[in-house]
């Protein structure tokens, strides 16, 4: 999870280790905790200089260029999942524009663990918050892409069904999100409900634009597969633009491959609301 406070970022990972781990991290963790910058430097100066590069890094290099980097901002849990394995939590804070800190506080790792339970308990697999611009949303896919292609449990067709859904909603999100400091505002999540998977985006919207974007939606829904093939390649072939100035082919697209577009509308104020788009697979 990564979140910016102020003019830093908190960086918090959850893997799992082996029991038999814990007290040997534990124990470096303290000792980097303990050392002031000079002390942290001369001991990075001394492992560099004595470095054996091994299946399992470089001595624990790693772990001292972090606590120089973040001021020793270094938080960490361990959470005792059975009795071969744990989850290790591991949190540190930087500032990317200075050197020093900007004096906003390390967030407890239990904000962490606690938004790491509710993704497990609720079967999310990722949740991102912020800008859709085109660069991001192709990062976006590329992850879910990799996830897809080593993932054994699910077949090609359905590894390409959900991939080609995705693309499509956060196309949508990316060319109908407002722009607010330059950025795409907006969020998406997938995850599994009930053996289906979930994808869902939301962004805001002009509340001028609502009336027409829900009778698109509307529209979809009520159409059969056969109406929708041939509403598809008939936009296709009269390139058809709708009120909301775009053909309309992703929501076509959508709608053929899904069983219902469900969609929230939750206003903001006079000018705008949030709309919320969520499809099972």
Same mark, same amino acid.
């Given at each position: 999870?990564?979140?910016?406070?102020?003019?830093?970022?908190?960086?918090?990972?959850?893997?799992?280790?082996?029991?038999?781990?814990?007290?040997?991290?534990?124990?470096?963790?303290?000792?980097?905790?303990?050392?002031?910058?000079?002390?942290?430097?001369?001991?990075?100066?001394?492992?560099?200089?004595?470095?054996?590069?091994?299946?399992?890094?470089?001595?624990?290099?790693?772990?001292?260029?972090?606590?120089?980097?973040?001021?020793?901002?270094?938080?960490?849990?361990?959470?005792?999942?059975?009795?071969?394995?744990?989850?290790?939590?591991?949190?540190?804070?930087?500032?990317?524009?200075?050197?020093?800190?900007?004096?906003?506080?390390?967030?407890?790792?239990?904000?962490?663990?606690?938004?790491?339970?509710?993704?497990?308990?609720?079967?999310?697999?990722?949740?991102?918050?912020?800008?859709?611009?085109?660069?991001?949303?192709?990062?976006?896919?590329? @992850?879910?892409?990799?996830?897809? &292609? +080593? %993932?054994?449990?699910?077949? $090609?067709?359905?590894?390409?069904?959900?991939? /080609?859904? =995705?693309?499509?909603?956060?196309?949508?999100?990316?060319?109908?999100?407002?722009?607010?400091?330059?950025?795409?505002?907006?969020?998406?999540?997938?995850?599994?409900?009930?053996?289906?998977?979930?994808?869902?985006?939301?962004?805001?919207?002009?509340?001028?634009?609502?009336?027409?974007?829900?009778?698109?939606?509307?529209?979809?829904?009520?159409?059969?597969?056969?109406?929708?093939?041939?509403?598809?390649?008939?936009?296709?072939?009269?390139?058809?633009?709708?009120?909301?100035?775009?053909?309309?082919?992703?929501?076509?697209? @959508?709608?053929?491959?899904?069983? &219902? +577009? %469900?969609?929230?509308?939750? $206003?903001?104020?006079?000018?705008?609301?949030? /709309?919320? =788009?969520?499809?099972?697979?």
């Amino acid at each position: 999870m990564i979140r910016v406070l102020g003019d830093s970022y908190v960086i918090s990972t959850a893997n799992l280790i082996k029991n038999e781990n814990v007290d040997g991290i534990e124990n470096k963790l303290l000792k980097l905790k303990s050392l002031d910058k000079d002390q942290l430097k001369a001991l990075h100066n001394e492992v560099l200089g004595s470095l054996k590069i091994t299946d399992k890094g470089g001595a624990g290099l790693g772990l001292i260029d972090m606590a120089r980097k973040t001021n020793n901002e270094l938080v960490y849990n361990f959470e005792k999942v059975d009795d071969v394995f744990s989850f290790f939590y591991f949190q540190l804070k930087f500032n990317p524009k200075s050197t020093e800190d900007d004096n906003t506080p390390n967030p407890p790792i239990s904000i962490a663990k606690g938004f790491h339970d509710v993704m497990d308990q609720n079967n999310t697999y990722m949740v991102y918050k912020g800008d859709f611009s085109h660069e991001n949303v192709l990062t976006i896919l590329k @992850i879910i892409e990799r996830n897809l &292609q +080593i %993932n054994p449990f699910e077949s $090609k067709s359905l590894k390409s069904l959900i991939y /080609l859904v =995705l693309t499509e909603l956060l196309q949508n999100l990316t060319k109908h999100a407002l722009t607010h400091n330059n950025k795409k505002l907006g969020a998406f999540l997938i995850g599994k409900h009930f053996n289906k998977y979930v994808i869902s985006t939301g962004n805001f919207i002009e509340n001028a634009k609502i009336a027409a974007f829900e009778e698109k939606i509307k529209s979809m829904n009520s159409k059969s597969k056969e109406e929708l093939r041939e509403t598809y390649i008939d936009t296709i072939k009269n390139g058809y633009i709708d009120s909301l100035g775009n053909s309309g082919l992703g929501f076509i697209q @959508i709608a053929k491959e899904c069983d &219902q +577009i %469900n969609n929230k509308i939750f $206003k903001v104020n006079d000018e705008y609301s949030f /709309l919320t =788009l969520s499809v099972n697979i």
